[in-house]
């Protein structure tokens, strides 16, 4: 009997073992991460239906962004600002703004866990106003915070590669066909002068 025992406290043991173990490997910030990816998947949404009111409604009123053109706006009625410059109005550089953006990995949560720091890819297509459309790999980080129970977006940061990218490559081809053709108009002047040359001659 006393054998009996002995296995079922050992067993018990055992199973209460896996529990503890199954304790530790859970995730405490997955309500966090679900947040999260909520406020970042409201941000794309907003850039793709191009609502900026939409998209500063997931940020901290003076939440920070550096955009791709390196520029910086601060609080909410810079960031505003600046995507009316960008894309409404006469002087408008863009007419549209289109993005599919990824997260690279699991959120980083500090300090008491009230932060978290995150970052991913973009494949982002513009849609000038002087020229056609292009297409644009850059990526992104972000800084966000819970405030008043809620995930705000404290700051964004906007990044490309400066050195090798679509826009670099088209004008990279573009010099080339206008070497080209310098070449080849260089070469036909030169063919044209010498017959002339010659005519003159005989």
Excluded: C
Aim: no cysteine; aromatic share 8%.
């Amino acid at each position: 009997m006393r054998s009996v025992l002995a296995m079922i406290f050992a067993l018990f043991l055992a199973i209460a073992g896996v529990g503890e173990a199954f304790a530790d490997d859970v995730d405490p910030h997955a309500a966090d991460r679900q947040a999260l990816l909520k406020v970042f998947r409201e941000i794309e949404a907003s850039i793709n239906a191009q609502d900026i009111d939409r998209m500063v409604a997931q940020m901290d009123p003076a939440a920070t962004v550096t955009w791709l053109n390196g520029e910086v706006s601060r609080g909410h009625a810079e960031i505003k600002a600046y995507y009316q410059r960008m894309l409404k109005g006469d002087q408008r550089i863009l007419d549209r703004y289109l993005t599919a953006a990824k997260v690279a990995a699991s959120a980083r949560f500090l300090g008491n866990g009230d932060v978290a720091v995150a970052d991913g890819t973009m494949e982002d297509e513009f849609f000038p106003v002087a020229r056609g459309p292009f297409r644009l790999h850059s990526n992104w980080s972000s800084t966000s915070a819970r405030i008043d129970g809620q995930w705000k977006v404290i700051s964004l940061h906007l990044s490309s590669n400066v050195f090798t990218n679509s826009l670099l490559a088209e004008a990279k081809n573009a010099l080339w066909y206008a070497g080209g053709g310098a070449a080849v108009a260089g070469l036909l002047l030169g063919v044209l002068l010498g017959r002339v040359l010659g005519r003159r001659r005989a």
